[in-house]
């Protein structure tokens, strides 16, 4: 019902890509999300910042910049001392990448412990022959350089979701290699199936992606989200 509302917001609006509201949606899907807010004033990302315990990540928040890192939209590790600075630096950087850019605020974010867990990738594209199909990977940066991705045709059962999880090349990373932890891998699996209901559920989504879904030992956090509605 929540998700219905946000997606008809956006149709209202006329805009093909959702911003703001795609947290929104993973959440009413019980996606768990980083907590934080998403702001249009330094003030503001403060405030953001100070509810939040420990450094913040700071992003570029605008329908006209896909890839933020590219264009040094993204901040990690950013104190609170250093908010201000940042939130105007960030805003400076789009501009002076696309001076027309329609630029709707910073996000400012809970920072996930990248050490102790792997970023993955859950996408839906939608196939003009088999439909919405499911991906999953290892994500991050560099998705499309590794290209370490498997597919399903949603809805995904649990075992095709956890079959997913075991066919990527990177699946001993996931298992626990070199010393370190497992991750959960019944949160992942869970994503991936609670994903590809709301794909079901709502065919104006055309393509959406989470990347990266950080998956930790103990849950697992979507940190970006990018979807393109009809
Ligand atoms: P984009 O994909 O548009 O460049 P992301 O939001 O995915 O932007 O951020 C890029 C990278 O920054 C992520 O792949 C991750 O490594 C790191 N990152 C982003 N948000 C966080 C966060 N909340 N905590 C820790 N690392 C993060
Ligand atoms: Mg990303």
Redesign the pocket.
């Known amino acids: 019902e929540r998700a219905r509302d946000i997606l008809e917001t956006v149709k209202e609006r006329d805009e093909t890509r959702l911003g703001v509201e795609a947290m929104e949606l993973l959440d009413a899907y019980g996606i768990e999300t980083?907590t934080?807010d998403i702001v249009d004033d330094p003030a503001d990302a403060l405030d953001v910042a100070e509810r939040i315990d420990g450094d913040v990540?700071m992003?570029i928040v605008s329908p006209d910049?896909?890839?933020?890192?590219?264009i040094g939209?993204?901040k990690?590790g950013v104190e609170n001392e250093e908010v201000y600075d940042a939130y105007e630096d960030l805003i400076t950087r789009a501009k002076n990448y696309q001076p027309d850019a329609n630029i709707l605020g910073v996000q400012v974010?809970?920072?996930?412990?990248?050490d102790d867990g792997v970023?993955t990738i859950v996408g839906m594209n939608r196939d003009p022959q088999f439909g919405p199909l499911m991906m999953f990977g290892l994500?991050?940066?560099f998705v499309e350089i590794l290209e370490d991705t498997t597919f399903r045709v949603a809805p995904v059962s649990e075992a095709e979701a956890e079959d997913m999880t075991k066919e990527i090349d990177a699946a001993p990373m996931l298992r626990g290699a070199r010393g370190n932890d497992p991750v959960d891998i019944g949160g992942i699996t869970e994503t991936i199936q609670r994903l590809s209901q709301l794909v079901t559920d709502f065919p104006a989504i055309l393509e959406l992606d989470i990347?990266?879904l950080?998956a930790l030992p103990d849950g697992v956090?979507a940190?970006?989200v990018?979807l393109t509605v009809d």
């Open positions: 980083p934080g990540v992003k910049i896909l890839h933020k890192s590219d939209g993204v990690v974010q809970e920072m996930v412990n990248l970023e994500g991050g940066i990347n990266p950080v956090k940190v970006d990018r």
